[in-house]
């Protein structure tokens, strides 16, 4: 449905108008520009975790070498092992964060970018109307 200008009867009821609009408009475009931080922030966060990945995976490979090495005491062994273990532990953390950074939400951050843009071009082309609609009016 488009909006009904012949409601905007004077130029002051336009300037109002587009006031409104104008202030709607930056709002939308403040929305906008947050949701891209925010999916630039996601992009990071998913760099940041594979590299977090990847060094704990160089981390777990060291351990495990160095809980088989020859002449190591039982304790030592069994030291060696506990901290393949934590490391372990430590990957999965890893792991489940970085599927939280991924999957739906990041699929309706999508849907909301798209919303905003529709918003901001309804808003744009509002102004145009009204801008067209004063010109119309005598007064």
Do not use: H
Request: proline fraction near 1%; hydrophobic fraction near 40%; glycine fraction near 4%.
């Amino acid at each position: 449905m488009n909006p009904d200008y012949s409601f905007l009867t004077t130029w002051a009821e336009c300037d109002a108008a587009k006031a409104d609009v104008e202030f709607e408009l930056k709002t939308f475009s403040y929305r906008d520009a947050g949701l891209e931080i925010t999916d630039e922030r996601a992009s990071r966060s998913k760099t940041a975790g594979a590299a977090a990945l990847a060094k704990k995976d160089g981390e777990i490979l060291t351990a495990q070498g160095q809980a088989t090495v020859v002449g190591l005491t039982a304790q030592q062994v069994q030291d060696a092992n506990d901290k393949v273990e934590l490391l372990q532990a430590q990957r999965k953390q890893i792991m489940k964060a970085n599927r939280t950074s991924a999957g739906t939400d990041r699929f309706l951050a999508t849907v909301d970018a798209a919303q905003i843009q529709a918003q901001i071009d309804v808003l744009t082309t509002t102004l145009a109307s009204i801008a067209t609609r004063r010109a119309q009016l005598t007064s």
